[in-house]
């Protein structure tokens, strides 16, 4: 596709709900990375894939996040028994390279997650 | 471990006027960095990435220099427009991949 795309732009989940996130990269980028941006804050990293390798997951905050991409393209950012805290928005991003990002990241529009 | 500060974290600033951005980061040991905008409830959009051995990378009315040595970058930005305002992030590439942000600079162009 022509951008990174992202669904869905908005979810609104109970506290204790499971959410899932998707990501669909540019394609043929081969880094997808995940940030968490909490309300007035930068982003903060979540977790890396080269390809379907999963090569750093240092920035999931809890074991209650979990993601994957297991064809190396999609990739999902699921949320178990969500809490308040869990509410910020969720962006994806990719890169054409393996590693460095020497020729940048492209973002998507993010997915905003509120947690009632 | 890096840290990316971000200063001025607001700026308002009426129509036509100069303004810089500035960001700072820690750990001198970096591949990149980039600046990126963001305009409310919406995504990053890339300005300009600067290579760590480059000193500056402009694109229209924005230019962007990179010292690296004393762990600097700014963001100008040339006859400023209503347009422009919007959330501007500074972002360091450690060689890990993953980008560390600033918490962002907000400008507000008056008309």
């Known amino acids: 596709g022509a951008g990174v795309s992202q669904s869905p732009r908005y979810k609104v989940a109970k506290r204790g709900q499971d959410v899932a996130l998707r990501c669909d990269p540019i394609s043929g980028h081969v880094s997808l990375f995940w940030y968490q941006q909490a309300l007035g804050q930068g982003p903060e990293f979540l977790t890396y894939?080269?390809?379907?390798?999963?090569?750093?997951k240092s920035g999931l905050p809890s074991d209650r996040f979990f993601a994957e991409r297991p064809e190396g393209s999609v990739s999902t950012l699921k949320i178990q028994r969500t809490q308040q805290e869990d509410s910020a928005v969720y962006l994806c991003?990719?890169?054409?390279?393996?590693?460095?990002?020497?020729?940048?990241?492209?973002f998507g529009s993010g997915t905003r997650l509120t947690v009632v | 471990k890096q840290e990316v500060t971000q200063i001025p974290a607001a700026l308002s600033v009426p129509e036509g006027e100069n303004l810089v951005l500035n960001c700072s980061f820690t750990?001198?040991?970096?591949?990149?960095l980039q600046w990126f905008r963001q305009d409310p409830g919406k995504g990053l959009t890339s300005l300009l990435l600067?290579?760590?051995?480059?000193r500056e990378q402009t694109s229209g009315r924005l230019n962007a220099s990179l010292d690296k040595s004393s762990g600097r970058s700014t963001l100008y930005i040339a006859a400023s427009q209503p347009g422009d305002s919007a959330t501007y992030l500074c972002a360091v590439n450690n060689q890990g991949g993953k980008l560390i942000f600033g918490q962002g600079t907000e400008l507000s162009v008056k008309p």
């Open positions: 600067i290579q760590s051995s480059q």
């Open positions: 750990d001198s040991a970096i591949y990149n």
């Open positions: 991003a990719s890169s054409p390279k393996g590693t460095g990002g020497a020729y940048g990241y492209t």
């Open positions: 894939f080269q390809n379907e390798a999963q090569l750093d």
